[in-house]
Each structure stands twice: as structure tokens, then as C-alpha cells.
């Protein structure tokens, strides 16, 4: 069926490092495809998301490709912050209107000063 | 703009009693959608509503869940009996649907449940 998958965490960085986090996922035709964040104690927000392939979303310094050909949309950013410490989950579009959203299971991020 | 709102944000509550979820979307937008959030399953949709009409409820895990949705600024979780499995992270999150197709969702901060 229609699914997610992410890289396993937790993951733990140093300030300055590169991160990626991977994301797959399987469907028929072409989903919307997200990512969100969740900070300790909220709930979640969307971080950035790419409608249609070869699209590339970004914000706050983060970037995610959607690419068709090996259906993944991995998040990536150059050089991490303390404050990036969250759970980031990546989700996809499904249903009638694509109102319906599967996420990954999630992935914690902890980035040392 | 308030953001999406949702009460208690922590309920506490014994086996076997009813708890009741609440949730105000943000203004003008017409989908609301309800989620449960378990270290065990992730994040789980239960139920979304289109202009106030559900439209799928193939998440609500049993009869013991309903959800009502009667006007466009609120909607409500019920759970009647709880059971401890249920305790977990309800949010609810709203979007505005256009043309039948939905635009980003947005999250309320979550009700943490505990059923002891």
C-alpha cells in the first residue's frame, strides 16, 4: 500500500555538520510530498513540501528534492543549529483531493553545541 | 491569527470514563482533521472532515471513538469508556480545501491523554 519510510533515528550532530535525513516512499502517480517538524512539547508545523516531481522545497536553510525516479524526497541541510533539535517526519499526500497525509514514523534530531 | 486551539492540553482521566477532545480550526478553513500519536504507531489519522461532513473514519480504532463536528469553528474527540491503550498525543490540525484538493495542514499543540 501507499507508504513512507524514513531514516531510522535517533540521529545526533554537531553544530555545523551537514544533515541528511532520507525519506522513500511508495504510490501511484505523483503526491504532494512534506515535511514537518515537530519541536518538544508542540505540534507539528510544515517545514517545507514539493507538489509535483523535480520540484525542490526549502526553508530556514533546508532543502528537499522530490524525485521521481527513485521516489525519495530526503532532507538536507548545510550546516545545523542547536535549535534544529526536533523530530522531523516526512509525510505524503493520499486520497480524494490529497487531503489525507501518511507520515513517516519520524526521525529525532539532536544537534550539540 | 490564533493558530489552530485545542482543550485541556493534558487530561487525566480512570478507565472507563468518557473524555471529550475539543478542537477550534483556524478561521475560514474548511477541513479538520484528527490524529493520534503513539511512540508505538507514529502518527495516525482518525477521522477528517470536509465543510463539516465527515469523509473518512477509517482510523478510529473502534466504536469507543466518535467524532462530531457541528459548525465550522469546532469539532470534538469522544471516547466513551476510555481504556489505558488510549492514552497517547490527540492533535487536531486544519486545512483550507480548494477545488476538492487540500493545502498545507495546520497543527493545534495536541491534547496528551492518560488513562489510568
Known amino acids: 500500500g501507499d507508504s513512507v519510510t524514513q531514516m531510522e533515528g535517533p540521529v545526533t550532530l554537531s553544530e555545523e555538520a551537514f544533515l541528511t535525513i532520507n525519506c522513500t516512499y511508495t504510490?501511484?502517480?505523483?503526491?504532494?510530498l512534506f515535511w514537518y517538524v515537530q519541536y518538544p512539547g508542540e505540534g507539528l508545523q510544515l517545514l517545507l513540501k514539493?507538489?509535483?516531481?523535480?520540484d525542490k522545497g526549502s526553508n530556514k536553510g533546508f532543502e528537499a528534492t522530490y524525485r521521481k525516479e527513485t521516489t525519495s524526497f530526503h532532507l538536507e541541510k548545510g550546516s545545523v543549529q542547536v535549535s534544529d533539535s526536533a523530530v522531523y517526519f516526512c509525510a505524503r499526500a493520499l486520497g480524494r483531493g490529497a487531503q489525507k497525509l501518511v507520515f513517516g514514523q519520524g526521525t529525532r534530531l539532536t544537534i550539540n553545541p | 491569527d490564533a493558530g489552530v486551539i485545542q482543550s485541556p492540553r493534558h487530561e487525566v482521566t480512570e478507565m472507563g470514563q468518557e473524555v471529550t477532545l475539543r478542537c477550534k480550526p483556524i478561521?475560514?478553513?474548511?477541513?479538520l482533521f484528527w490524529y493520534r500519536q503513539t511512540m508505538m504507531r507514529g502518527l495516525e489519522l482518525l477521522i477528517y472532515?470536509?465543510?463539516?461532513?465527515?469523509?473518512?473514519d477509517s482510523g478510529m480504532p473502534e466504536d469507543r471513538f466518535s467524532a462530531k463536528m457541528p459548525n465550522a469553528s469546532f469539532s470534538t474527540l469522544k471516547i466513551q469508556p476510555s481504556e489505558p491503550r488510549d492514552s497517547a498525543v490527540y492533535f487536531c490540525a486544519s486545512s483550507l480545501a480548494h477545488q476538492g484538493r487540500a493545502d498545507t495542514q495546520y497543527f493545534g499543540p495536541g491534547t496528551r491523554l492518560t488513562v489510568l
Open positions: 514539493a507538489t509535483k516531481a523535480d
Open positions: 478561521s475560514g478553513h474548511n477541513s
Open positions: 504510490a501511484t502517480g505523483y503526491p504532494s
Open positions: 472532515f470536509n465543510n463539516n461532513v465527515p469523509i473518512d
